[in-house]
C-alpha cells in the first residue's frame, strides 16, 4: 500500500519541507480536498503528497504509522491529515510520530452533542452511494453532459438546466462534467463557430433557451497558447483568431443578455462555482 521511500524523496537530512499524508477508511478525497485546501494558505516550498485510502483494518493503520515513523525518524516530521471514520482505526493513526490532523474527530463529538444522537462511524458516506437517490442523479448528469457534449446532440435540450457555449478550448467540457459529477446538474455545452459570429445571433438550436444559457470567455494569448498546443501553427491557434473570436463571442453574450465570466485565471472548481451562484443552480 506505502511505496518506497527513499532519502531524495523525503527530504532526509537536506532540511526540506515535510512530507504530507492525506489517510482515510474510504476514498481519501475528502482528506485531499480538506487538507490541500488549508496548505494553500501556507505558499512555499512544493510539498510531496502521499494518498493512503482504504486503510480498513487495524494491521493497514499501523502498516502506515510505520510509514510515517520511519519518515518523521529520518527528517522532518510528516504533516498527516485523517478522514477516518472508524474510532479504532482513528486512534492507532494518531499515535505516530507526523504532526496529526485529525478531519474528522475532532468534529464528531461536538456534533453528536449538539444533534443529541450518536455517529454511525460508517466510512464511505461522502463519496459512496449511501444516498442512493443522489448519486444516481449524479451518474446521470454525466451521461447527459457526455451525450450533449460540444455540441454532439441537440437532442432533449429542454431537459438541460444549463448549456455552456464558448469558442473551442475555453473550457465547457470540463466545468460540464465537474457540475455533472459533483452537483448532479444536468448541462450541456455547445461550441460556438465561425458562422455564428457573423449575425451575432445564438445559434438556431440554443435560441429558445437563451435563459438557460451561460457563456465563456478567456484571454487571447492564453486561448491561443491552449490552442497551440492542439494544433500548432495553425489559423485556428493565431492570436488574430483567437481575438476575433472571443470579441465576437462577447459582443454575442451582451447582446442576447447571456451571463459569462472569463475562465482564463480560474480554475474549473470556481468557474462552476459562479455558475452555480450566478445561474441559482443549486441541488
Known sequence: MAGTVN???TGAGRGLAPVVFFLSD????TAETLGNT???QFPGPRLERRSFPFITTEEQARDVVAVID???AAGPRPIVFSTAVNREIREILSQSSGHFVDLFGSHIGQLEDVLQIPASGEPGKAHGVGDAIRYQSRMTAVEYAIEHDDGQSIRALERAELILIAPSRCGKTPTTMYLALQHGILAANFPLIEEDFAGRALPKPLQPFVRK???LTSLPIRLSQIRQERRPDSQYASLAQCTYELRSAEDMYRINQVPYVNSASMSVEEISATI???MRLHH
Open 276 to 278: 452555480l451562484q450566478r
Open 26 to 29: 474510504s476514498t481519501g478525497i
Open 70 to 72: 520511519s519518515l518523521a
Open 7 to 9: 532519502e531524495e524523496t
Open 38 to 40: 488549508l496548505l494553500t
Open 213 to 215: 444559457c451561460f457563456g
